[in-house]
């Protein structure tokens, strides 16, 4: 025998029936098997009803899923079973991150626990739960309040499984209801403070809000009116008919726009305001009241007379205006047409009032396009900045750069257009010539025998002329919108740096070196070494945007390498001439020192001995500073700075004592009669520097001012920048000071501000380049600020710590020059 084994049956009309059968065997009295019997039902229909379920079931799961509120569903232990799209956008967690998770515990605030583990305990006990504020934690942190009811989940035994919940995001719920506090408050407040009488009535007529503006017209406070009837209180007893009327039909809500409103005041004299009524109405749609804004007619009268004022005034600014304004109807027909459109076009104004503006005035080429700025315009849109063409009498072309706007009449129905232009035909054509113009530059800048390099504040390379490519060997497509530091040595980006900065304040910079790197080179390194660097003398002027901002800098000047290389060669011999000088030098010293000392020479010797010692000591002097200055200048020295741990202050007070009691050459006091060298620096913190270079510069520095300062004083201050990291020394005096012209000179080796023979200051010029050189290697600075026959100021900056590129084992160097004592 089978038994539940399924029989598909097809009728006589082709229909399908599925029958569960049990089959049997039929038997005879011997028992030999004679056929089989089957017992079956019809399960067709129950098939169907099981397959409409499961289709049911699925659209149920799917509207879960896709459903705009948020539904979420745990089992009996608090594991999330159930987590819609809605809740995965308004928590952050996706369904799969949430799945199997505790709910209290992963989403909930601890604050909030016990309150949302007990409505989901009695869901989970048959009590469900409706209306409970349910904050759940979204992944940024921040809380979402959701408004949920919980119902108890059951399986298909009936037995509960779990709480299944649906609610709605109540957060924007609660802001809104926070914003309508808050507006309904604003609006109490502008009705009580606004400039407008207003008040407010029930449907019995009588008063729930008198403004301050009503009481100030009407001399009766809030208090007194509220509760009171407006129609008997306050109308004047002629104005009574029709002010119930109108209170009639606003109760009905048919609202009045305007309405004369008689007022009887409390000294008795009677105001006329004029009214509107508008019916107020409750959160259901309820008629509550009525509402009345007013204005007095006197002010309404005065403000139309105003308003005419105001009329004719633009009338006559837009007929003088320096401006073409013209205007059409909605059929495109001039209706305005002001002096200076008939200037421009040649049309007087009676001429053109009633022509087609698109058909006479623009060229059939344009013709659509105009027409459908002018459509767009008579549609209610604002067109700005239209540039159109319009031909003038004697048959020119006229470019006007248009504003279009709407006009509307006294129900705000669009009746016509006003146009505003601007006749930009010259400005058209100057801006043709101004970029012929700048292609002109452009050819020049790219043809130009001399270096033009253009880059931005960020240091990005924007202009490269041919003259920059061909002596670099990188060309403009290769360089273009990369930095200019990658081709220049590590000097030159520092120098650059500052050119930048100066740049963005507005300021030039002047005759500043910059070494191009060739692709020869492997690195910087390598070219200071190996590869001689091409040498340019640049002038950096700021290049400005549209607005006037700086954004960039363009740097023009020459090639300088050639002179570079006759400078180093120059220094080169001045070194080794002044080397091979020493030798001989402290031998005449030695011999004059030994001979002045033995007690059995002449005393008519002894006088020109000293005078040969005096003079060889100078000259040593000479030849220490013409090899400082040459070591120093130089990029490739030998000469490194120690890294001593110096006071400054020490020897500033040091270098003062020594001035003190210095003479010059001729005998004469370095600090003069009548000049008060005065030292101001207290205490200064400890710095890593070169010592030697240090007492070396300050000397230089201070002896400078005291040579050049005749009467008065000279000062030295110091003051440290604990942010920048840095000590800045002030050598100030009141000499003969510096002509603004020679400012840049004064730091450049053998030069002086007077060059010539009769000069009155004798020395090398050496002094204050050694002092800009020490300062520099230090990774400091010296700058000077003077006027001419007043004085000067020099101004030293060193750092805390020495630059980078300063190493331990110094040749010291002596002070120079060497005052006699």
């Known amino acids: 025998a089978s038994s539940d084994f399924e029989f598909p049956v097809l009728t006589k009309s082709g229909e399908r029936r599925d029958f569960l059968m049990n089959a049997m065997a039929l ?238 005041t409390k000294s008795g004299e009677r105001h006329e305001i004029l009214f509107n009524a508008t019916t107020r109405r409750g959160a259901n749609g309820q008629i509550i009241g009525v509402i009345g804004v007013g204005q007095e007619i006197a002010k309404l009268r005065t403000t139309a007379a105003d308003s005419q004022l105001v009329a004719d005034d633009m009338a006559r600014l837009i007929e003088r205006a320096n401006s073409p304004i013209f205007s059409i109807d909605t059929y495109g027909r001039i209706t305005e047409w002001n002096r200076k459109a008939a200037e421009i076009f040649g049309f007087g104004k009676n001429e053109a009032i009633g022509l087609s503006l698109v058909s006479n005035f623009v060229h059939r080429v344009h013709q659509r396009a105009v027409q459908a700025m002018l459509e767009e315009a008579l549609a209610g849109c604002e067109i700005n900045n239209f540039e159109i063409c319009l031909f003038a009498r004697d048959g020119e072309p006229r470019e006007l750069l248009l504003n279009s706007t709407p006009r509307r009449g006294l129900k705000q129905e669009v009746i016509g257009a006003v146009c505003i232009g601007q006749d930009i ?84 910079t002047s005759n500043f070196d910059l070494e191009l790197v060739t692709p020869e080179s492997s690195s910087r390194a390598s070219a200071l070494d190996n590869e001689k660097p091409v040498a340019l003398l640049l002038s950096a002027t700021p290049r400005l945007g549209t607005q006037g901002e700086v954004v960039g800098v363009l740097c023009v000047g020459q090639d300088i390498t050639n002179i570079k290389d006759l400078e180093v060669k120059k220094s080169n011999f001045m070194a080794t001439v002044s080397h091979e000088l020493k030798s001989p030098i402290h031998g005449i010293i030695g011999l004059t020192t030994t001979l002045t000392s033995a007690g059995d020479v002449p005393k008519h010797m002894q006088r020109p001995l000293q005078l040969i010692n005096s003079c060889s000591t100078r000259l040593l002097d000479m030849v220490t500073n013409i090899m400082d200055v040459c070591t120093l200048s130089q990029d490739k020295t030998d000469i490194t700075f120690s890294r ?158 020495m630059h980078a590129a300063c190493d331990i084992d110094t040749v010291p160097l002596t002070i120079s020059p060497r005052p006699q004592q």
């Open 644 to 801: 001593d741990t110096v006071q400054l202050a020490a020897i500033i007070e040091e270098v003062v004592v020594l001035c003190q009691h210095s003479i010059d050459k001729r005998g004469a006091p370095v600090v003069k009669d009548g000049v008060e060298l005065i030292n101001s620096v207290t205490d200064l913190p400890i710095i890593e520097a070169d010592k030697h270079r240090c007492s070396q510069l300050l000397f230089n520095l201070i002896a400078n001012a005291c040579k050049f300062t005749q009467k008065g004083y000279v000062n030295i201050s110091a003051v440290s920048d604990d942010d920048a990291e840095m000590v800045i020394i002030t050598v100030e005096d009141t000499g003969i000071g510096i002509a603004p012209e020679n400012l840049a000179r004064v730091f450049t080796p053998f030069d002086q501000e007077d060059c010539s023979e009769k000069r009155h200051y004798e020395g090398l010029g050496l002094g204050l380049a050694i002092c800009k050189e020490v300062a520099i290697k230090h990774g400091g600075d010296i700058l000077v600020q003077s006027v001419q026959g007043e004085g000067s100021k020099f101004q030293v900056r060193m750092p805390y710590k």
């Open 27 to 264: 038997t005879s009295a011997d028992g030999e098997v004679t056929g089989v019997v089957g017992v079956g039902h019809d399960v067709t229909e129950l098939r169907k009803l099981v397959a409409e379920h499961k289709n049911m079931s699925e659209d149920l799961a799917r509207l879960v899923q896709s459903a705009n509120a948020p539904i979420v569903g745990v089992n009996r232990v608090g594991e999330v079973t159930e987590w819609n799209d809605k809740m995965a956008t308004l928590s952050g967690y996706s369904r799969e991150e949430a799945i199997g998770k505790l709910l209290v515990k992963t989403f909930i605030r601890e604050e909030d626990h016990e309150e949302v583990q007990r409505a989901i305990e009695d869901a989970c006990t048959g009590i469900e739960t409706t209306h409970f504020e349910f904050p759940i934690i979204h992944r940024d942190g921040s809380e979402v309040l959701l408004l949920l009811n919980a119902a108890t989940r059951r399986d298909a035994a009936g037995h509960i499984v779990g709480m299944i919940g649906v609610g709605q995001d109540f957060t924007t719920l609660q802001q809104a209801i926070s914003e309508i506090s808050s507006v309904e408050e604003n609006l109490r407040r502008t009705v009580e403070q606004a400039n407008a009488p207003i008040f407010a009535i029930d449907v019995e007529g009588k008063i729930t809000d008198w403004n301050h503006k009503l009481s100030e017209i009407s001399g009766f406070s809030r208090e007194h009116m509220l509760g009171k009837q407006l129609v008997e209180t306050c109308a004047h007893e002629v104005g009574h008919t029709q002010v119930k009327r109108v209170q009639t039909q606003a109760l009905a809500g048919i609202e009045i726009a305007t309405y004369e409103f008689p007022l009887i």
């Open 425 to 508: 035909t010259q400005l058209k054509r100057r801006h043709h010539q101004a970029e012929m113009i700048a292609h002109d530059l452009s050819q020049f800048i790219e043809t130009a025998n001399a270096p033009i390099i253009g880059i931005s504040i960020d240091m990005i390379i924007e202009e490269w002329n041919d003259w920059v490519a061909k002596k670099s060997n990188y060309s403009k497509e290769v360089v273009h919108g990369t930095s200019l530091s990658k081709y220049v040595t590590e000097k030159s980006n520092r120098i650059l740096a500052t050119v930048i900065k100066e740049a963005s304040l507005g300021k030039p």
